[in-house]
């Protein structure tokens, strides 16, 4: 297993285009968390699923911003309508179904809206 | 959100110097960890603390679990150039089902 896979790396959208990022996690691994960090900021916490079920949703997730997991293994997160403001990296995770071990970070999508 | 403060900000120390940070938070938490981020990269693990008073060692790093259950401290000895990064802390309640994160300490070691 190569740890946590993100896609694409970078991406470059004119506002009010709609985006898509993919998150491979490790295979053994059935939660998956959804995390952005702007500059000089720590990661923020937006969603996480347990296999396929979205359990949490953070108040940063706004209506413009919806994630999947279908089948319980990759996850996608999609921002429609895209704004200036969602600019930021955007980092997935994976772990353990308690998680007591921490997470395992991916390397993180850089979204520029321009 | 939780806030939790990392403090300090910054640091530029010389190479061998030993490093001292710290993280507090508003609220107990039963876990806290300790990520290094470099540049364009996802946070790494670095240690993992469940107890409160708890010292973990990860070679020439080493972290506390405060007693209070509202702070967590991370050193560094005789610090090298690959030390360079982002340090963050991470805490989760035993209520709570994810981590919230630290602002940061940016180190910068100088030859």
């Known amino acids: 297993d190569t740890g946590v896979s993100q896609d694409p790396r970078h991406k470059i959208t004119k506002r009010g285009q709609n985006v898509t990022f993919r998150c491979d996690p490790i295979s053994e691994h059935n939660r998956l968390y959804w995390y952005r960090q702007t500059l000089g900021q720590g990661p923020e916490f937006l969603t996480y699923f347990q296999n396929e079920a979205q359990l949490e949703k953070s108040r940063l997730l706004s209506d413009r911003f919806s994630a999947e997991r279908p089948k319980g293994s990759f996850s996608t997160l999609e921002i429609q309508r895209t704004e200036q403001g969602d600019s930021a990296m955007y980092l997935c995770?994976?772990?353990?179904?308690?998680?007591?071990?921490?997470?395992?970070f991916g390397s993180g999508t850089r979204l520029t809206v321009v | 959100g939780q806030q939790l403060n990392q403090s300090p900000q910054s640091m530029f120390i010389q190479e061998g110097e030993d490093v001292s940070m710290n993280c507090t938070s508003s609220?107990?938490?039963?876990?806290w960890l300790w990520y290094k981020q470099d540049p364009g990269e996802g946070p790494v693990l670095l240690i993992a603390l469940y107890k409160a008073g708890e010292l973990t060692s990860n070679g020439r790093l080493t972290a506390q679990f405060g007693i209070t259950r509202k702070d967590s401290f991370l050193n560094i000895s005789a610090s090298i150039p690959s030390d360079v990064g982002i340090y963050f802390c991470?805490?989760?309640?035993?209520?709570?089902?994810?981590?919230?994160f630290g602002t940061g300490t940016s180190l910068t070691v100088i030859p």
């Open positions: 995770a994976s772990s353990t179904p308690t998680g007591n071990d921490g997470y395992t």
């Open positions: 991470a805490g989760r309640s035993t209520t709570g089902n994810q981590f919230y």
């Open positions: 609220s107990i938490f039963n876990t």
